[in-house]
Every structure is written in structure tokens, then in C-alpha cells.
């Protein structure tokens, strides 16, 4: 076969090639549902597990959706391990698939160009370069005179610097299909064209739970094992058919190509001005194709449905759209003027609500597996993604930590059409956004609040949003507005949080607390399948609390989470606000056909908390026959009413001072929250943000999970052995107790930093008298501690374990914008 290069009249390339006819089965193991990259992708990777009965349906030609005209860049560099670890197997593969399958896939290994037009971008890339050696990806900072050595057109009057990164390149997205496909094939794989799916088959088990079990089409029904779902933009109408959310949607999304410009190589690096929202890379001829991710773009407006039919087809060209961006290039590129463009592409791409693809199996559903809404990066995800697509199936559960991307993480509003019209407007754009340290969506807010939101909007709180709830961060001072001045070096709320960490370690503090999930469990059989999937004895006596972690068999973490047992047969779970979902489908999923319940009660009660030294004396104000002023022990729990409505409350805290959870219906919030400002008038109490918690709880070693707490992660790494109970079973305990046998490897270390003007917020690598060894999985200015603190898994650079000599005897240093600053090390928290 000769090889197929991109030219200016010929891009974006249509692949051609011709599929053996294949008769329709009545049955399959898996059913793959989309034949584009990442359906080509998934059915390679189960070729090579050597799984067989695997069939792939494309209801046009492979290739023909969204994947013909992508741009075809491949970066490595991911913001997280594991996405990156996703897209470094994309690179691998792509690379060798000619000489694997006999099919020339386009791959070019030309590098990566990132450009920094401004110094807050440049510490973003010097950030970005550092986490590349941590990920294991080559990269290097350069100066704007080296960026010329790439693209001696390049405009670098107004640039600070950039980052190369050798290992990125491109391929042809349709040629990279069909070969991927063409390796499918060669392993067994039958590939089906022209066959539309128009609904799921399921039928419902007595847990509530939805066994897919096949697919109807225009050509019949075929039942299946397993049916994964890759049609990226046609996936979210699929699951409104099955009462199953999938929240993708498309967006416009524009490029333009030129005749071919003197001086442009096929070689150059695929590069982004991210400042200015663009990309460019080299087609073979010489030519460039000139794309752009505006801040805010236009949601194709389809309604529900993606026609069927949409095959190779594009979108009217959009000038005046385009009018800026394309301005932004000629500044960009010397010599672009209007007259070089031949072709402009618009193309819908599908993207989700938080700018991260999704994978794995929605909630309260068993045989169907989700992968897509690639955010316009499918071609370098998709490679990878299938590989751990089937380990995910074959396995049980992720191999690693995936929950970024995990589709649990949604709520079933997320997935409303204006919701997701809003939203993916934005998200669009933050391809290229400033990746500033908390930075907040600023579409599709105020969808969920606590009973209290007004009275934190009267006193100046500035508001994030987390699965949709608003929560305070920090209140400013009466007359500031409450707005957020992004950093990377300190932000505008720095010292008013400092004065909230303080009123609660040295006062007390009123926080709330509702966004956290909740559920009632119950039924005969509800303690032993607690019993089955915690760590900890959840056997104990009544209005008695425990935190446990969940396992999975790998003795990783699925959750970790507070049970309340409320009676014989009664529990009141209490999990993080992004688990709600997550843990919900976990516990749900291994009731079988044992009696017992669950039900999410997270959006009937609300949680007020008063936290610090002097929450006893405010609490005995409020009712001195339920809180007397001797201290309660910790995982107590006491009821009284207000309103005629029980309150819980919970003696536990995640700041580490004396505190208490009140869990209080919903209709009851606002007159507690009253009665305990009045009781603690006298103590000068005052309400703090999720900024001042998340301080405390690193200053005091708290795990968190999707930081410190991941499927990558096990309880004795992370230091929380004293949670187990050895004595009874449950899922993760044999790895836990081979684990234990051999030894650690990694340990969860607490460091605080010497110098006292650094504020670190979170991945950023470590290094272990020079070496890296880890990155920081939470950090932040600690006020108590009088410097930054974290958080981080490392590893012994000589081999071994990691022992409190270790700490003690070694130099460990920290590094931001490419400067390591020395920090103590120990297992214990500072504070």
C-alpha cells in the first residue's frame, strides 16, 4: 500500500477501504457500538486478549463520525498519572501499528510544541514540564529564540518561552482507524458496516439494577455479553432510550487549511499558542492546518438526537467566528494573510461537563461499558483507552486510578440537554484556559445549594461548585467583592482564609458541611454486607460511628466513608460529594438477592458543623442536656429536635479540632444554623469556607479521597491500618495480607515546606536527595504551620521501603517553577 499523506486538498483524509461482509449473529460476547478510533481501538485490544465472538457495528463506514475530521495530534501529557499513562500508550501504539497490522496508520513522530506568550502561561508550563518527568514523558523548557529552530516563521516578539516535548506526533485519524480495525480483524474480530443500533435490550434485577443484555438494530437483535459503547456523540441518545445517563453533547468546533507556505516541513512539531486559544501543525505537502478552542463555543444545536446519517459530513464554515482566532495566527505565523486558506472545517466534536472523556460502567447497570466524549483530544486517548477498556472489563473494576474519567462521577441533571448546551460551551474553550490552582466552572451554576446559600451569599461568600453544589470557599470582608483573583503564586483570599483557620484552631467556627452524600441502609441483611465491603468492624453498638474504607480485590480503594448504625438493621452512610454516585452503585451492586436497601437521602438533610476548642461551650448554649460540657468521645452520637425535627449529631471532625456534624433535615437547617450563631454570639463565632477546611485537613494529614485515597492505593500505603479489623473477611483482605507479608513499597509521607513565601498547591514532583520520587497529592498554604504542607506518595530511590530514618536522614525537596525548595519529611502530620 502507498503511503497516504495529508495534503491541502485532500484534508481531512477520508479513509477508503473495504470491509469483508459479515453476517449479522443472533448472538456475541461483546458488541462494540461505534467505529470510530475508539471503537477500532477497543476491538483491537480485546483481539489481543485473545477474546473471541467480539463484533464491531458502525452504522456508516469506519471512521465516518467525528474521528475523519479530527486534527490528529497526539500529546502525551495528560493533568493527571493515569490520563497521561492513557495517552503515552496511545504514542506506543500508533507507532507501531504499520509493521504490526500492514496498514500505514500516518504515524509521525514530530514532537510537541507548547508556547507561553505571558508569565503566568509559563509558570503553568514550567509546572506542566516538571510533572512530565514525573510521568516519565520527555519534556523540555525552552527559550523563544530555540522555539524558532521549529518554526522559523514564528512570531516571538511577544513570547516568554515554551516546552518541546520530543515523544507527541500525529497520525491520519481515518488511516489510524482502519488499522487499528485491520489488527481487529487479524485477531478474529468481525467488523459490520451499515448497521444502526437503536436501543440497548436490558431487563431489571430485583436489587434495581439494569443487566444490558444485547442491542436492537435495523437488522436485528443480537444479544451479547457485554455491549461497549464508543459512538462518542450518538452515545447520550442510546442511554436516554435505556433511562441511562451518558452526558456528552456536541460543539463546534473549527479549523481552516492553507496551500502549502514556504518554509513549513512536514517535521514541525504540532503546537499550541494556548494564550491565544490555538494550534497549528504541518500538513505533508507543506501546507498547515490552523485550529483554535475559542473560550466559548457553539453547542450544535440537535436537540436529543444526532442524525444517524451525519457520515462524513461536515458543518457550514463559520467566518466570523473564526475572525479572531484566525487573526490571533497570522500574528502568530509570518506570512499567513487570508489568501492562503483553501478549506474551512467545522466539524461537531463531542464533550462532557469537566473537560475529561469518560470510561467504565454507568451507575446501577451490569454488561454495558461507556467510552467517549473524547473533548476534541480522541485520537490521542483512544489508543490508550481501549487497552484499558477491556482490562477494566476483564479485571472487574480499573486497574488504575481512572476515576477522573470514571462515569460515576456525573449526576443524572448533568446530563439535561440545557445543562449540558451551557456547559459544554465552556468546556470547549479550557483546552486551552489557564489551569489556574482552583479554578471554577462558570456555566450551568447554581443547580444545587444548601438550605443556608442565602445566608452565606449576605455574608460575602465567593462560591465554587462541586457535582453541581455551590459551596463557600471563603468569606470575604464586608465591602470586597468575593470574587477569586487567580495565582499561581498566592491568591487574592490568601489571608482572610488565614484569619478562618484561625477562628476555628483557636476558637470556634461554623462550617457547612451538607454537600457530603448520604444514604440509609437497611434490612436483615444490610451489617453483613457492610460488614463485607468495609475494612473496619462495622458491628458496633447503636449511635456509634465508624470510618472505614471500602476495597476493591486488589486491596485498593474504591471510598472511604463514615457509618452511622442507627439500629439493628439501620446505617446512615456519610461519603464525599463527588462519590455520591459512585458509592451508591458500589453498595447497591453487591446487595444480590439479599435482603436489604439503599437509599440516597443526600439532598434531605444538610450538615451544619461546629468545629474548634470553644464547640463544646457553643453547643451546650444551644441544649446543655444533650451537650454537657465534659468532652463526648469521638464517634458518639447524640439526637435531640429542633423544630420538631431530629437532629443527629456526630462527634467527628476533618479539621482535626473538637467538633461536631449535625445532620438536620432540610426543613430545620436555617432555624439550627440561627439558634448555634446565637448560642456562640458570646464566643465570637464565625462561619469558615471549603478553602479553610481543605487547609486544615492537609495541616493535620487527613486523607482525601481522589487525592491521597485511589484505586492505586492501599489502606497500609496510605498509613490506615489502624481502620482495619483483621479479624473479620472482606473484599481486598488477601492482598491486604500479602501486602503485608512483603512489605511496602510506597508510603503516604506528610512534608512541610522551609520556605515560608512558597504557597504549593498540589502535584508537584518530589525528590529525594535529588531523585524524584513522588508528586504531592494534596497541598496548601498551611496558617498553622506558617508555611505550605503536603501530602505524597514516594518511593525509596535505592529500593526497599520507606522508613522513619529514611525521612530523617535524607534531604527532601519540592519543586515549582523549576526551583526545589527543601521541606521536612515525616509520617506524622506538623501541626
Not at 146 to 173: A, Q
Not at 277 to 291: S, V
Not at 382 to 401: C, F, L, P, R, S
Not at 642 to 667: C, F, K, N, T
Request: contains cysteine; proline residues 4%.
Amino acid at each position: 500500500m502507498s503511503e497516504i499523506k495529508t495534503l491541502f486538498n485532500n484534508t481531512p483524509v477520508k479513509a477508503v477501504f473495504e470491509i469483508p461482509e459479515v453476517t449479522v449473529p443472533s448472538h456475541a460476547r461483546v458488541v462494540i457500538v461505534g467505529g470510530g478510533i475508539a471503537g477500532a481501538s477497543i476491538a483491537y485490544h480485546f483481539a489481543k486478549a485473545g477474546w473471541e465472538n467480539v463484533y464491531l457495528l458502525e452504522q456508516s463506514k469506519l471512521s465516518s463520525g467525528t474521528t475523519w475530521h479530527s486534527a490528529g495530534q497526539v500529546g502525551q501529557l495528560r493533568s493527571s498519572s493515569a490520563q497521561t499513562r492513557v495517552n503515552k500508550e496511545s504514542a506506543l501504539l500508533y507507532a507501531r501499528l504499520k509493521k504490526e497490522t500492514g496498514y500505514d496508520a500516518g504515524w509521525l513522530n514530530c514532537g510537541g510544541l507548547q508556547l507561553a506568550s505571558s508569565k503566568e502561561r509559563m509558570h503553568q508550563l514550567e509546572r506542566m514540564a516538571s510533572m512530565a518527568d514525573v510521568f516519565g514523558v520527555e519534556a523540555k523548557i525552552i527559550s523563544p529564540q530555540e522555539c524558532l529552530k521549529y518554526w522559523p516563521m514564528l512570531n516571538t516578539d511577544d513570547l516568554v518561552g515554551g516546552v518541546y516535548l520530543p515523544g507527541d506526533g500525529r497520525v491520519l485519524p481515518g488511516e489510524c482507524t482502519i488499522s487499528l480495525a485491520s489488527g481487529a480483524m487479524q485477531g478474529g474480530v468481525k467488523v459490520i458496516e451499515g448497521i444502526e443500533v437503536q436501543e440497548l435490550t436490558y431487563r431489571e434485577t430485583s436489587a434495581g439494577i439494569k443487566r444490558i443484555n444485547g442491542v436492537k438494530t435495523n437488522k436485528g437483535e443480537i444479544n451479547a455479553e457485554w455491549v461497549v459503547m464508543a459512538g462518542n456523540m450518538w452515545m447520550r441518545q442510546l442511554g436516554l432510550k435505556a433511562g441511562i445517563d451518558i452526558p456528552v453533547y456536541p460543539c463546534e468546533h473549527h479549523y481552516v487549511i492553507t496551500k502549502p507556505i514556504e518554509g513549513v516541513t512536514r517535521n514541525a512539531p504540532c503546537t499550541r499558542d494556548p494564550n491565544a486559544g490555538l494550534y497549528f501543525r504541518a500538513l505533508d505537502d507543506g501546507g498547515l492546518k490552523l485550529g483554535a478552542f475559542k473560550k466559548r463555543s457553539k453547542p450544535w444545536q440537535i436537540g436529543d438526537k444526532v442524525p444517524s446519517k451525519f457520515a462524513f459530513d461536515l458543518l457550514e464554515p463559520d467566518w466570523p467566528d473564526f475572525k479572531e482566532p484566525f487573526a490571533d495566527h497570522m500574528h502568530r505565523l509570518k506570512g499567513i494573510t487570508r489568501d492562503s486558506v483553501v478549506k474551512f472545517v467545522n466539524g461537531p466534536e463531542a464533550f462532557t461537563p469537566d473537560n475529561n472523556f469518560i470510561m467504565g460502567q454507568p451507575p446501577l447497570t451490569e454488561g454495558l461499558f461507556v467510552s467517549g466524549g473524547w473533548n476534541s483530544a480522541g485520537i490521542a486517548c483512544a489508543g490508550g483507552a481501549g487497552k484499558y477498556t477491556v482490562e477494566w472489563i476483564e479485571n472487574g473494576g480499573m486497574t488504575m486510578d481512572l476515576n477522573s474519567v470514571d462515569i460515576r462521577r456525573f449526576i443524572p441533571f448533568q446530563n439535561g440537554r440545557k445543562y449540558l448546551q451551557e456547559r459544554v460551551s465552556e468546556v470547549l474553550g479550557l483546552h486551552y484556559q489557564m489551569a489556574w490552582p482552583g479554578r471554577q466552572m462558570e456555566t450551568s451554576r447554581g443547580v444545587r445549594s444548601s438550605e443556608l446559600y442565602e445566608k452565606h451569599k449576605a455574608n460575602n461568600a465567593c462560591f465554587g461548585e462541586t457535582a453541581g453544589w455551590e459551596r463557600a470557599l471563603y468569606f470575604a470582608p464586608k465591602g470586597i467583592e468575593p470574587k477569586t483573583k487567580y495565582s499561581f503564586v498566592r491568591q487574592n483570599w490568601h489571608d482572610w482564609v488565614i484569619d478562618e483557620v484561625k477562628t476555628c484552631r483557636n476558637n470556634v467556627a461554623i462550617l457547612d458541611q451538607s454537600t457530603f452524600a448520604k444514604y440509609i441502609f437497611k434490612g436483615p441483611d444490610a451489617l453483613n454486607i457492610l460488614q463485607e465491603l468495609c475494612g473496619a468492624n462495622i458491628d458496633v453498638v447503636v449511635n456509634r460511628t465508624v470510618y472505614t474504607g471500602m476495597f476493591n480485590e486488589r486491596g485498593t480503594f474504591e471510598s472511604d466513608l463514615t457509618v452511622l448504625r442507627q439500629s439493628k438493621d439501620t446505617f446512615y452512610i456519610v461519603t464525599g460529594t463527588g462519590q455520591q454516585l459512585k458509592d451508591f452503585d458500589w453498595i447497591a451492586k453487591h446487595i444480590g438477592d439479599r435482603q436489604a436497601e439503599i437509599k440516597d437521602v443526600t439532598e434531605a438533610f444538610n450538615v451544619v458543623s461546629v468545629m474548634g476548642p470553644n464547640a463544646e461551650k457553643v453547643l451546650y448554649n444551644l441544649n446543655p442536656e444533650v451537650f454537657p460540657v465534659q468532652p463526648a468521645k469521638y464517634g458518639s452520637v447524640r439526637n435531640f429536635n429542633i423544630e420538631d425535627q431530629q437532629v443527629q449529631a456526630l462527634r467527628v471532625s476533618y479539621v482535626g479540632e473538637m467538633g461536631w456534624e449535625l445532620h438536620v433535615p432540610v426543613a430545620a437547617t436555617c432555624a439550627l444554623y440561627d439558634a448555634i450563631i446565637q448560642s456562640g454570639e458570646v464566643f465570637g463565632i464565625r462561619p469558615i469556607g471549603n478553602h479553610a477546611v481543605s487547609a486544615m485537613r492537609i495541616e493535620k494529614g487527613f486523607r482525601a479521597i481522589g487525592h491521597e485515597l485511589s484505586p492505586d492505593e492501599t489502606p497500609l500505603e496510605a498509613g490506615l491500618g489502624f481502620a482495619i479489623h483483621w479479624e473479620k473477611d472482606f473484599i481486598g483482605k488477601a492482598a491486604l495480607l500479602k501486602q503485608k507479608e512483603e512489605g511496602l513499597k510506597k508510603r503516604l509521607v506528610c512534608f512541610l515546606l522551609d520556605n515560608q513565601e512558597i504557597t504549593l498547591w498540589g502535584t508537584e514532583p518530589i525528590l529525594w536527595n535529588g531523585k524524584i520520587v513522588g508528586y504531592t497529592t494534596s497541598a496548601s498554604y498551611g496558617p498553622t504551620a506558617g508555611a505550605s504542607v503536603a501530602m505524597g506518595y514516594i518511593r525509596n530511590p535505592n529500593g526497599g521501603g520507606v522508613t522513619k530514618a529514611d525521612l530523617d536522614e535524607n534531604t527532601f525537596q519540592i519543586t515549582k517553577n523549576n526551583i526545589n525548595y527543601t521541606a521536612k519529611a515525616s509520617f506524622k502530620s506538623f501541626v
